[in-house]
Each structure stands twice: as C-alpha cells, then as structure tokens.
C-alpha cells in the first residue's frame, strides 16, 4: 500500500502546477486524505484535504483561494490544483491518508517538490 505524489516542478510566481496524489494496493473509500508542505527548518504545514471519495474539501488558510483539491475516485487519485502561485508556496509537498476515521494520516507519500521563482 503506497501514496504516490507527482507534479512539483518549478513555475514563475503567477503560474499554476497541478500536483496528483495515486494511491495503490487498496482503495480508501470514505476516509480523509490530505496534502502538506514543508519547507526546511519550517513546521509541516496543512495545505489542503479531503475525503477520497471527493467529499468535505478544506483548506489550509496560505492557499484558500488558490489552490483547489478534488477526487477521482475512480482513479484512487486526489489532486492539488494549485493558481495564482506565490514563492512563499516554495516547499516539498506530501499527500498522506487516515487508515480510520478520526485517527492521523499514516500513509505518506514520497514528496514532490515545487519551486516558485520570484
């Protein structure tokens, strides 16, 4: 059971990514997910979430507006729509998942990394 994340890149300050969270070897139905970000030296910082099946979006305060989380569930993939792209947005981004309702996320991807230039 894995968490992947792709889509990082570097993008001009204005600009958009769209970032992809695939989860394989089992479907998580109804349970939450969520992206993060983290710079070095910084706390990990909510970004946005979600339910898997595309129920219950919110949003980290730093991005409402901006950034737009969906489902397909489908796919077992949740992606990060990310516009209007600050440098401030500079970090590694992680999607992870809860295993349990009301629980931590448990299963963390493997990074993706997104660099805003000035």
């Known amino acids: 059971v894995q968490l992947q994340a792709f889509g990082g890149g570097l993008v001009q300050a204005g600009g958009s990514l769209r970032l992809s969270c695939v989860a394989s070897?089992?479907?998580?139905?109804?349970?939450?997910m969520g992206w993060f970000r983290q710079v070095p030296g910084k706390e990990r910082e909510f970004v946005a979430g979600?339910?898997?099946?595309?129920?219950?979006?919110k949003y980290g305060d730093s991005v409402k507006g901006r950034f737009t989380i969906s489902s397909a569930n489908a796919k077992n993939t949740v992606y990060l729509q990310m516009n209007s792209l600050k440098p401030d947005d500079t970090a590694v981004y992680y999607c992870?998942?809860?295993?349990?309702?009301?629980?931590?996320?448990?299963?963390w991807g493997q990074g993706t990394k997104v660099t805003v230039s000035s």
């Open positions: 992870a998942t809860q295993t349990t309702y009301g629980g931590s996320y448990t299963i």
């Open positions: 979600i339910r898997w099946n595309g129920a219950a979006p």
């Open positions: 070897g089992r479907t998580f139905g109804s349970y939450p």
